[in-house]
Nanobody, 121 residues
Framework: QVQLVESGGGLVQPGESLRLSCAAS????????MGWYRQVPGKQRELVAG???????NYADSVKGRFTISRDNAKNTVYLQMNSLKPEDTAVYYC???????????????WGQGTQVTVSS
């Protein structure tokens, strides 16, 4: 079984930084795109940032210039460096990855359990 385990959430003040990590474990043949989403109560989950297997990145307009997504393919891990955090960044952040666990089965999406990020003074 494949699992995504997130870490790094917490409570910070406006303007501070946090770094989220998400490690994929289990039987993994290959990992394609990885990304971070966030969700607040009563709203749809939204894409924050994504990164392809080759390292191409994309960001939501609201986080461009403040957040950076990266990945370590040797560790099957994706990171989200969040700087200049704002109260509106408060949400549960979820890791997502498109993973193929054996060569003869198509890849599918996996999700982490979510980690709370709260930005408040």
């Amino acid at each position: 079984q494949v699992q995504l385990v997130e870490s790094g959430g917490g409570l910070v003040q406006p303007g501070e930084s946090l770094r989220l990590s998400c490690a994929a474990s289990g039987s993994i043949f290959s990992i394609n795109a990885m990304g971070w989403y966030r969700q607040v109560p009563g709203k749809q989950r939204e894409l924050v940032a994504g990164i392809s297997s080759g390292g191409s990145t994309n960001y939501a307009d609201s986080v461009k210039g403040r957040f950076t997504i990266s990945r370590d393919n040797a560790k099957n891990t994706v990171y989200l460096q969040m700087n200049s955090l704002k109260p509106e960044d408060t949400a549960v952040y979820y890791c997502n990855a498109d993973i193929q666990y054996v060569p003869w089965v198509p890849s599918r999406d996996y999700w982490g359990q979510g980690t709370q990020v709260t930005v408040s003074s």
